[in-house]
């Protein structure tokens, strides 16, 4: 190899990693959200602190969350299968507890459909709604609604909402309902891929529309 060609190849070494770098640098631009890119509605909401509580949907979802709602001050408190009785304890404390302290600006709670059959519903849902006077509340009611029983617990969601001005309903069983077949997994029943993002823009939806 020539002196020049040499040369030209130890440079060429040397630039590589400011070329990865920069790369870097710029993915992280762009996965940044930008204010003035975003739809007026989720612009306003970037900075706002948002606290997510589900079950299995919000963990499936959870990336579809993190983009519907980047910019947000957002944690998410979410695992398989629980009941709002027991959903809202992580760790042995109760979140809703634990963040009374501090409350939320924002609070979505995801747990409906572990809730058929649980006689204390009502009680349960009023002692939630007790720990957050002031914060907007986002209650995710749960589907199919055809189901006499997640009808009925529905029926609470919607009550506490009519009663409450600081609760409002994110209607998933509406939006699913027309959209079951590419929505849901037909041989699980989980959450497609378009099922997550449905979801996830279903809560944002609500919050952008309520919690303004």
Same mark, same amino acid.
Request: with cysteine.
């Given at each position: 190899?020539?002196?020049?060609?040499?040369?030209?190849?130890?440079?060429?070494?040397?630039?590589?990693?400011?070329?990865?770098?920069?790369?870097?640098?710029?993915?992280?631009?762009?996965?940044?959200?930008?204010?003035?890119?975003?739809?007026?509605?989720?612009?306003?909401?970037?900075?706002?602190?948002?606290?997510?509580?589900?079950?299995?949907?919000?963990?499936?979802?959870?990336?579809?969350?993190?983009?519907?709602?980047?910019?947000?001050?957002?944690?998410?408190? !979410?695992?398989?299968? &629980?009941?709002?009785?027991?959903?809202? #304890?992580?760790? $042995?404390? @109760?979140?809703? +507890?634990?963040?009374?302290?501090?409350?939320?600006?924002?609070?979505?709670?995801?747990?409906?459909?572990?809730?058929?059959?649980?006689?204390?519903?009502?009680?349960?849902?009023?002692?939630?709604?007790?720990?957050?006077?002031?914060?907007?509340?986002?209650?995710?009611?749960?589907?199919?609604?055809?189901?006499?029983?997640?009808?009925?617990?529905?029926?609470?969601?919607?009550?506490?909402?009519?009663?409450?001005?600081?609760?409002?309903?994110?209607?998933?069983?509406? !939006?699913?309902?027309? &959209?079951?077949?590419?929505?849901?997994? #037909?041989?699980? $029943?989980? @959450?497609?891929? +378009?099922?997550?993002?449905?979801?996830?823009?279903?809560?944002?939806?609500?919050?952008?529309?309520?919690?303004?």
């Amino acid at each position: 190899m020539s002196p020049d060609a040499k040369r030209r190849s130890q440079l060429a070494l040397l630039a590589a990693p400011i070329v990865w770098i920069g790369l870097i640098g710029t993915i992280a631009l762009l996965a940044s959200p930008d204010p003035q890119e975003l739809s007026e509605e989720v612009a306003a909401l970037v900075g706002r602190d948002i606290v997510v509580v589900g079950d299995s949907l919000v963990v499936d979802a959870e990336p579809q969350f993190r983009t519907v709602l980047a910019g947000t001050e957002l944690r998410i408190e !979410a695992a398989p299968g &629980r009941p709002l009785s027991r959903g809202l #304890e992580i760790d $042995g404390t @109760l979140v809703l +507890d634990e963040l009374d302290d501090e409350p939320p600006e924002i609070v979505v709670i995801a747990l409906a459909r572990n809730d058929i059959g649980d006689d204390d519903h009502a009680v349960q849902v009023a002692s939630a709604m007790d720990s957050f006077p002031e914060s907007c509340v986002i209650w995710v009611n749960g589907a199919p609604a055809a189901n006499d029983a997640m009808r009925a617990v529905n029926d609470v969601i919607d009550d506490a909402a009519a009663q409450r001005s600081n609760v409002h309903v994110a209607d998933w069983a509406t !939006a699913l309902d027309p &959209r079951t077949d590419t929505w849901l997994s #037909e041989r699980s $029943g989980a @959450l497609t891929d +378009d099922g997550r993002w449905g979801f996830a823009r279903t809560v944002a939806d609500a919050i952008s529309t309520e919690c303004l």
